[in-house]
């Protein structure tokens, strides 16, 4: 076979490769576009529609990940919009799908709530991270994915996340591991250790005990797996190509350790659960599940999914807090001063004290508008559906199996969704908590945690925890400096976006400065 292609004059080759391209893909362009007039409705703005014109675009989506820039890469796609659909484009090179991108708050509400039903993680999605996180409740949809809503939520209520054993554990550990004041240490690296503690412990009653074991298999596995996945997700096209031994290898890492804790849950009998369930401090995320399931791969996959979930996305939004806080420093003291004269100087807050910590909230909001954890994110069509069109133009069709990516970073940085810029209301581009004031953004202008029937299931957990952790920083230090180079700071986008060259800072204690807010604090307790 090979010799025969060989023999083949290159011209003819050439030919056989081009005919099918310059023949199929207008066919197939004109019959998307038969059944979308059919659909009575319109295609958004294209970029591309066969191979030969999409590769660019594929190309350039690699390079700007690998690069850190997928943000200017994808704010760019835009300049292939139209008035009458500016903010949502497509392409379709590959395959029959087409891929959608938009950063219209509109289309994202469309997807996540107005058609839930409509839209979904889809089979392509769960074929591509099953062998991560399997039939978890991130990888499936309809009354698979419920039935995992189900199982997991209780461990969220409110009543469980007023508990901050945890969370106090972890942080006194994480504050025992910070250099003397005046000393860099990069804060990144300390919360990322941090919250992959906390949730195992949270998950097996178990912790990594990172904060004292930082080249663990597992943290290298758990980081080495989430990057390639990140990479398939991308490049779904060109998955196969893509080199997976040391993704499979990562997986069989983390399987190795959490599957022992599943055994020993399973040889529990209901009675013995039962009553572990009454006790509020040995019951586990794992006890709760092994309730409801005896099926170990489903509690694997569960466990697999909330540890991706709670583990990057509170280190990266730490992360970026610290380092905003870092470059204004009357935030700083604000923020401060607000915690000393609500919980003082040493105590550990409780749950009350951390609702009631207004300005805390509006720093975490705010860290939270500039860079949303998860900052890029998609749902295929599960049916032939639509996405609604601007005032007076007609709605955009949307095939079954077409992929609309949407990205919360991308349209929380549109300048036009803000208010203009005054002395109440600082330029959208700054990290200014104080907006939060007197500004509450439009709903579906503002989703960090997403929205409709898929909204994070951790956000009060996550936010109970980082409010937490800043409590506990913030007390004992009286101001930091930022050691690193502003300019070099980058968004390194992965599954979670994180600061590309971490946050290292300087700390430095109450005591070592002369600072007016330690009067504050003396007089709060
Ligand atoms: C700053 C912290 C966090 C942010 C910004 C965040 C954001 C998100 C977002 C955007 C989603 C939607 C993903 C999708 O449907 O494609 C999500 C889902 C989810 N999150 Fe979070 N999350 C955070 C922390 C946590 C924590 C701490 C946990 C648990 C310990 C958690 C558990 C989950 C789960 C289980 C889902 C899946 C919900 C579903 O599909 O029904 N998250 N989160």
Not at 238 to 249: L, Q
Not at 381 to 387: F, H, K, N, S
Request: proline share 7%; with cysteine.
């Amino acid at each position: 076979m090979f010799r025969l292609i060989l023999e083949v004059h290159p011209i003819y080759l050439l030919l056989g490769i081009l005919v099918p391209i310059v023949t199929f893909f207008p066919l197939r362009k004109a019959y998307i576009d038969y059944r979308i007039r059919k659909l009575g409705g319109v295609r958004c703005p294209l970029i591309a529609t066969n191979p030969i014109a999409g590769m660019p675009f594929f190309t350039s989506a690699a390079w700007n990940q690998i690069n850190n820039t997928l943000l200017d890469f994808y704010q760019n796609m835009y300049r292939h919009a139209t008035p009458e659909s500016p903010d949502t484009v497509e392409i379709s090179s590959f395959g029959v799908a087409r891929f959608l991108l938009t950063r219209d708050p509109e289309h994202i509400k469309t997807v996540l709530t107005t058609k839930f039903g409509e839209y979904g993680k889809g089979p392509r999605f769960h074929e591509a991270w099953s062998p991560f996180l399997g039939d978890s409740i991130f990888t499936t949809d309809g009354q698979l994915w419920s039935d995992s809503r189900a199982l997991i939520r209780p461990m969220f209520i409110k009543d469980r996340v007023r508990d901050l054993e945890i969370f106090d554990k972890w942080t006194t550990k994480l504050m025992h591991m910070m250099p003397p004041s005046g000393q860099t240490v990069d804060m990144m690296d300390l919360f990322y250790r941090m919250t992959l503690d906390v949730t195992t412990e949270f998950l097996l009653g178990h912790s990594i005990n990172s904060l004292e074991n930082p080249t663990h298999q597992f943290v290298e596995a758990f980081q080495e797996v989430q990057r390639i996945q990140m990479m398939l997700t991308i490049l779904s096209p060109f998955r196969s190509f893509i080199p997976k031994h040391r993704y499979y290898g990562g997986i069989k890492v983390l399987e190795r350790f959490i599957e022992p804790y599943i055994e020993r849950t399973l040889s529990l009998n209901p009675a013995e659960l039962e009553k572990l369930s009454k006790s509020d401090k040995d019951m586990t995320f794992l006890h709760n599940i092994a309730r409801y399931t005896r099926d170990a791969k489903v509690i694997r996959d569960q466990l697999m999914a909330v540890l991706i979930a709670g583990r990057d996305t509170t280190a990266a939004t730490l992360s970026w807090t610290i380092y905003e806080l870092a470059n204004y420093p009357a935030t700083y003291r604000r923020l401060r001063n607000e915690i000393l004269s609500t919980v003082g100087p040493t105590r550990a807050p409780r749950y009350e004290d951390l609702k009631s910590l207004t300005y805390l909230t509006h720093t975490l909001n705010e860290t939270l508008r500039l860079y949303p954890a998860v900052p890029y994110n998609l749902r295929a069509a599960l049916q032939d559906t639509r996405l609604p069109g601007k005032p007076g133009q007609p709605d955009i069709v949307v095939l079954k199996g077409d992929v609309v990516t949407y990205s919360t970073l991308a349209m929380q940085r549109r300048r036009d969704l803000y208010p203009e810029a005054s002395d109440k209301f600082a330029d959208p581009a700054t990290f200014s908590p104080d907006r939060w004031e007197n500004w509450t953004p439009k709903p579906w202008n503002y989703i960090p945690f997403n929205g409709g029937p898929r909204i994070c299931v951790g956000q009060n957990f996550a936010m109970t925890e980082m409010a937490f952790t800043l409590v506990r920083i913030l007390q004992k230090y009286a101001r930091l400096e930022y050691r690193g180079d502003w300019h070099a700071q980058y968004h390194r986008a992965e599954i979670v976006g994180a600061p590309g060259h971490g946050v290292p800072v300087a700390f430095y204690e109450a005591q070592d400065d002369d600072d007016d807010d330690d009067a504050a604090a003396a007089a709060a307790a």
